[in-house]
Nanobody
Framework: QLQLVESGGGLVQPGGSLRLSCAGTGRGLDNYAIGWFRQVPGKEREGISYISRHDVSRYYADSVKGRFTISRDNNQNRVYLQMNNLKPEDTAAYYC??????????????????WGQGTQVTVSS
């Protein structure tokens, strides 16, 4: 059974940067398309970036395009989300999630089966 653990969240000033990490255990991540999502209390979970199993395809939501970069290191069993030029509206709990093995990259939280516990990102001066 695949398990995912996020890390790297924290408090950062507007304009700052953070790098989130999603570590996979129990299975090799190279068989899984991965997505990063975020959620603010009272709002729906938002898919912000996705990456295919072997990094052939990447997707970014308009809200983060040009500021966030998703990447993966299958040798290290990790997927990363580099977040630059952070804004207060980026404040949220951030989650990584995986589709079922060998499924293609897809959008939307309902397409993802395995979820981490989340890491909080707060952007404030």
């Amino acid at each position: 059974q695949l398990q995912l653990v996020e890390s790297g969240g924290g408090l950062v000033q507007p304009g700052g940067s953070l790098r989130l990490s999603c570590a996979g255990t129990g299975r090799g991540l190279d068989n899984y398309a991965i997505g990063w999502f975020r959620q603010v209390p009272g709002k729906e979970r938002e898919g912000i970036s996705y990456i295919s199993r072997h990094d052939v395809s990447r997707y970014y939501a308009d809200s983060v395009k040009g500021r966030f970069t998703i990447s993966r290191d299958n040798n290290q069993n990790r997927v990363y989300l580099q977040m630059n030029n952070l804004k207060p509206e980026d404040t949220a709990a951030y989650y990584c999630a995986a589709r079922k093995p060998f499924e293609d990259m897809a959008r939307g939280p309902d397409e993802y089966t395995y979820w981490g516990q989340g890491t909080q990102v707060t952007v404030s001066s």
